[in-house]
């Protein structure tokens, strides 16, 4: 009953977390659009007419904490970042692997849940401020860090579950 549990549970992370990656690769693609365009009109606006745009460093920052943190979402998800799989494929035996990657994964699932609460009480004390030049509060700039969290959290617990999964089919089948 468990396993069954066990299961669904991650199919339903799954289902979750491929919506969310798509979403989030699509915001970082077009922070990264909406930001590349404002930069290059900002240097023909310097270059030609003498004339700077006061908000353009506001709206670099907004856009390069979105495209950054929700880019990294869909790195995580599609398995493209940099990890200690490397050296746990080169240098440990198989058996050991998963319960090792267990630990990893418990690791950044910790860190993500407090990152989670403190860029939600960083979000209290941001909502006071308002940005100089944008007419926005200055809690969305720390937005991005809490999808990034959240959603961050959801795929380690994805990938955890199914390590879990794992380990109980060959624990079974043995």
């Known amino acids: 009953m468990k396993n069954i549990m066990f299961t ?12 969310l990656e798509k979403v989030t690769i699509w915001a970082a693609k077009i922070g990264l659009i ?14 030609l007419f003498s004339h700077s745009f006061d908000w353009v460093q506001e ?4 856009l390069l904490g979105t495209m950054v943190f929700l ?11 940099a990890v200690v799989t490397y050296f746990l494929d080169k240098f440990l035996p198989a058996w050991l692997r998963p319960p ?3 630990l990893f994964n418990s690791l950044i699932i910790a860190f993500l849940a407090t ?10 004390l941001q909502s006071l401020a308002r940005a100089i030049y944008l007419p926005i509060m200055m809690n969305w700039f720390s937005f991005p860090v809490i999808i990034f969290a959240v959603v961050s959290l959801l795929i380690f617990l994805e990938d955890t579950l199914g390590i879990i999964n794992t380990m109980r089919r060959k624990g079974q089948s043995s």
């Open 8 to 19: 669904q549970i991650e199919f339903f992370l799954k289902v979750i977390n491929d919506i």
């Open 34 to 47: 909406l930001m590349l365009g404002i930069n290059v009109l900002e240097i023909f606006s310097r270059t």
């Open 59 to 62: 709206l670099s920052i907004l």
């Open 71 to 81: 880019g990294s979402c869909g790195v995580y998800r599609q398995k493209r970042d």
């Open 100 to 102: 090792l990657v267990l």
């Open 115 to 124: 990152l989670t609460v403190y860029a939600i009480k960083l979000q209290g």
